[in-house]
């Protein structure tokens, strides 16, 4: 290598030559323009996410009270004695509405346990669960992982149709819109009233909407009655109406309703005590034999006194009060009536034995050659 004077001038010359000085000033431009669309693509897609977020926060329904309690509720019939003779419920209206102060305590805190642990603590967005759920995402990739909070379950089932999207597009204008709502809704409701609402309007399976139709449908039982084995069973079903039912899928309701207990515990709303003693009792065993005993004493059909009692009615629905006859069937299948008649619960159970019994009907055919009946 030569380091002499002349050498050293040379290798100057050469670094300053013409070409180099353009391969660098070259290299310099295109590192600029790299940077410029690397900038640009970035403040193109901030801004296309904002007009996509805005887009969709414009689009947001309106939500107003009544919205959320807009919903049937089923009328009952009752004997004479005052006994519960038939109830009369259309399409998601098997329901009985409690304020909360009339859903125990116990039954409150499972749901809260199970389905948003954190829900005294947020402002309709649990940003906690939100990031579990992610976390799940990339790890599991589950992508039925819930990071939902009770806000938004509400919002979800009472606005948006129970949130059954066809597409992920959709799923996730929804997602955006739902917590935008649940922030709303926390600033003109208490949490008592969002969990009021929520409490009596889920679907909690075997045609049984809100706790209080839930507690007698699968236990037989007022919610006062419920013990913390038996409050912990219907938490469960609010994640799956169908596949966490305890009727049909206990297994599957028997491992949400341990992950319900165990934060019941975490969280110090029972005692340990209490938590083995839950998860000791074979409550699906006893949910099983109630099931069938309610099979065997409950009719599908109607009795003929109810039949007539549905048809004067709905007769006296549209001569006494003006309603049309559409709309006297809405009130008696979705208005939440008490009807008190005058049916007697130990005749008409007289006539129903003797009326189901086949053997008091004589077996009837008929005649090849003219058509006329005669008794086998």
Known sequence: MDFSRQG??????????????????????????????????????????????????DATPEVHIDVLSDTGYSSTSYYSD???????????????????????????????????????????IDA????????????????????????????????????KESNPIAKIKRKVQ???????LEEVLTKDQILEYYLNYINLGNGSYGVAKAAESYFGKTMAELTL??????????????????????????????SCLDNMLKLGWCTKEEYDEALADDV?????????????????????????????????LQEKL?????QAQQLLYYGGLSIYTTQDREIQKIVDKYYTDEENFPAFGFSSSGGSCYEL
Request: aromatic share 12%.
């Open 8 to 57: 050293v001038r040379e290798k100057q010359h050469r670094i300053k030559s013409v070409p180099k000085r353009l391969a660098s000033k070259l290299w310099i431009m295109v590192f600029r323009v790299f940077i410029i669309c690397v900038v640009l693509v970035g403040v193109v897609g901030v801004m296309a996410a904002y007009g996509a977020f805005k887009g969709m926060i």
């Open 82 to 124: 005052g006994t519960e003779a038939q109830v009369f419920a259309g399409i998601q209206a098997n329901r009985e509405y409690a304020p909360i102060e009339e859903i125990p305590v116990l039954l409150q805190r499972c749901f809260v346990a199970l389905e948003d642990e954190r829900f005294y603590q947020h402002s309709g």
């Open 128 to 163: 906690r669960g939100i990031l579990r759920a992610a976390v799940s995402v990339v790890e599991d990739k589950d992508l039925n992982f819930g990071a939902s909070t009770i806000t938004q379950q509400l919002l979800k089932n009472q606005v948006f149709e129970g949130g």
């Open 178 to 184: 739902e917590q935008y709502l649940s922030v709303q």
């Open 229 to 258: 084995s038996e409050a912990s069973v219907l938490a469960p079903i609010a994640y799956s109406p169908t596949y966490r039912n305890p009727i049909t899928y206990p297994d599957e309701n028997a491992e949400r309703r341990k």
């Open 284 to 316: 699906y065993t006893r949910i099983a034999a109630y099931n069938q005993e309610k099979k065997a004493t409950t009719s599908t059909t109607f009795s003929y006194f109810t039949d007539e009692l549905v048809e004067q009615i709905i007769i006296d």
């Open 322 to 326: 003006g309603y049309s006859y559409d």
